[in-house]
């Protein structure tokens, strides 16, 4: 028997002994403060390209809290924004198409797995333009593919929306499942879908009327150009008196022409 191959024991309790000293220092070392920690900043989704009239807000990160919109600003994914009497809003999505918000209308934005998602909450109508976008209002949700109008529709038996396909296509997901195309309409609330539980095909007429505010938005959108400052000053100016000028008479010169 040779013992030489035996290791001698307390040199094997020695060496066991450090490698637990060192295993510690050879672990990672905790990152810096400031670095891979807390939440992952939000990218923004959209823009707020319009406003027309006085009432439109963004709550930021919908904590209760909103602020007046302003043109220009960006919109991060959870942001609530909404408009109030007489004001409308467009919004630009970053990743290609657009929102057109009525007067009344009180949704909020944020990405589902890919899908960007349109939360409408109560009230209000909306216009999408966009393809593979998501909206989820009253319980429900839809996906849809290029033009479709929303409408929170008020009903004895409790509010619905009202899905319009413009153009292209929309298919509800929850609480059932239908498709539309262009020119068809689907109406459903949480408890599914309402008539005969299919969508519709609606006329021209309709379709035009679920648009009609979006023409009327892009009509005084051309007449009055964007501010490039935020129109919410509160209180508003006085108005500036214009300068009298006397009647012109014989002997008094008129502005714009020679003597």
């Known amino acids: ?33 400031g670095t891979g920690q807390g939440p992952p900043t939000l990218r923004p989704v959209g823009r707020i ?23 220009g600003q960006a919109l991060l994914a959870g942001d ?34 890919g899908c960007l998602v349109v939360s409408l909450f109560r009230s209000g109508r909306i216009f999408v333009d966009k393809s593979d976008a998501c909206v989820e209002s009253l319980g429900t949700k839809s996906q849809q593919f290029s033009k479709v109008a929303y409408a929170v529709m008020p009903a004895g038996a409790g509010p619905y929306l009202q899905i319009t396909v413009v153009e292209g296509e929309a298919r509800t997901l929850l609480p059932a499942v239908a ?13 599914g879908l309402l008539g005969d539980g299919r969508a519709y095909r609606v006329p021209d007429e309709a379709i035009r009327q679920s648009i009609g505010w979006t023409l009327y938005y892009r009509n005084r959108s051309r ?37």
Request: with cysteine.
């Open 1 to 33: 028997m040779n013992t030489q191959k035996i290791p001698h024991l307390p040199g094997l309790i020695s060496l066991a002994a450090l490698l637990v000293a060192l295993l510690p220092a050879c672990a990672p070392l905790p990152p810096a403060p």
């Open 80 to 113: 609530r924004f909404y408009t109030g009497p007489g004001t409308r809003m467009k919004i630009d999505f970053w990743n290609g198409g657009y929102l057109e918000m009525d007067e009344n209308t009180d949704p909020s934005l944020f990405q589902d797995l």
């Open 179 to 191: 498709t539309a195309p262009g020119g068809w309409r689907i109406d459903v609330n949480s408890r």
């Open 223 to 259: 007449v009055t150009p964007a501010p490039e400052f935020p129109i919410f000053r509160l209180p508003f100016p006085p108005p500036v008196r214009q300068p009298q000028y006397p009647a012109p008479g014989r002997d008094t010169p008129v502005p714009g022409r020679l003597r």
């Open 49 to 71: 390209t319009s406003i027309e009239g006085p009432n439109a807000f963004v709550d930021r990160g919908n904590h209760g809290a909103g602020q007046p919109a302003q043109l």
